[in-house]
């Protein structure tokens, strides 16, 4: 069984930066890509960045050049580290995992889902 929590939210002022964690529990005998998601007040889900199994990285263009998603093995934690935030990202933020089989092609469906941790930012 899969769990994910999340954690690192909070109020930032635009220019700022944050940085959430994903704390993982996942099935060693399966192999996951992982994701950060976010909702926004009135929007619909958004994938905001990809972290495929085989280490890639993929970004909405909108966070590109200034998100990193990366994930600490050892501690089994997925981060976004997000920087010069802008009040445009204000959202709940949520980790998700998929499993995947084939390396650089993480699709989902996300399966797995944290509790989702609140990001606000202001101008």
């Known amino acids: 069984q899969v769990q994910l929590m999340e954690s690192g939210g909070g109020s930032v002022q635009a220019g700022g930066s944050l940085r959430l964690s994903c704390a993982a529990s996942?099935?060693?005998?399966?192999?996951?890509?992982m994701a950060w998601f976010r909702r926004a007040p009135g929007k619909e889900l958004e994938k905001v960045a990809i972290?495929?199994?085989?280490?890639?990285?993929s970004y909405v263009d909108s966070v590109k050049g200034r998100f990193i998603i990366s994930k600490d093995n050892a501690k089994n934690t997925l981060t976004l580290q997000m920087n010069n935030l802008k009040p445009e990202d204000t959202a709940m933020y949520y980790c998700?995992?998929?499993?995947?089989?084939?390396?650089?092609?993480?699709?989902?469906?996300?399966?797995?889902w944290g509790q989702g941790t609140q990001v606000t930012v202001s101008s």
């Open positions: 998700a995992a998929a499993r995947q089989v084939v390396p650089g092609s993480c699709r989902g469906p996300f399966t797995s």
């Open positions: 996942l099935d060693p005998s399966n192999s996951y890509c």
């Open positions: 972290l495929d199994k085989d280490g890639s990285t």
